[in-house]
């Protein structure tokens, strides 16, 4: 059983920072590409930035400079900075992990995801 867990969402006025951070747990033999996505209600989940297991990243063009994806393959957790955040930012967001479990089974994962809310 994989689980990917988040925490750090929250209420920050406009302009401010916050830190996203995800941990896997179980039976991981590899973890590849880690991301985090967003998703307001009634429209499309986003990807918002990702990172490879070599640290190579990828971000939307609409937080680029504003947010920062890294991870930390031993303690296989990923984070992201969220600064000069806007109030178009609110949104859930969501971890997610390209993993293959102990029984060689690849698969991408979710995590539950967490509350952004950017608001004066």
């Known amino acids: 059983q994989v689980q990917l867990v988040e925490s750090g969402g929250g209420l920050v006025q406009p302009g401010g920072s916050l830190r996203l951070s995800c941990a896997a747990s179980?039976?991981?033999?590899?973890?590849?590409?880690m991301g985090w996505y967003r998703e307001a209600p009634g429209k499309q989940r986003e990807l918002v930035a990702s990172?490879?297991?070599?640290?190579?990243?990828n971000y939307a063009e609409s937080v680029r400079g504003r947010f920062t994806i890294s991870r930390d393959n031993a303690k296989k957790t990923v984070s992201l900075q969220l600064n000069s955040l806007k109030t178009e930012d609110t949104d859930v967001y969501y971890c997610?992990?390209?993993?293959?479990?102990?029984?060689?089974?690849?698969?991408?994962?979710w995590g539950q995801g967490t509350q952004v809310t950017v608001s004066s």
């Open positions: 990172i490879t297991s070599g640290g190579s990243t």
């Open positions: 997610n992990a390209d993993i293959r479990t102990s029984t060689l089974r690849r698969e991408v994962y």
């Open positions: 179980g039976s991981i033999f590899n973890i590849y590409t």
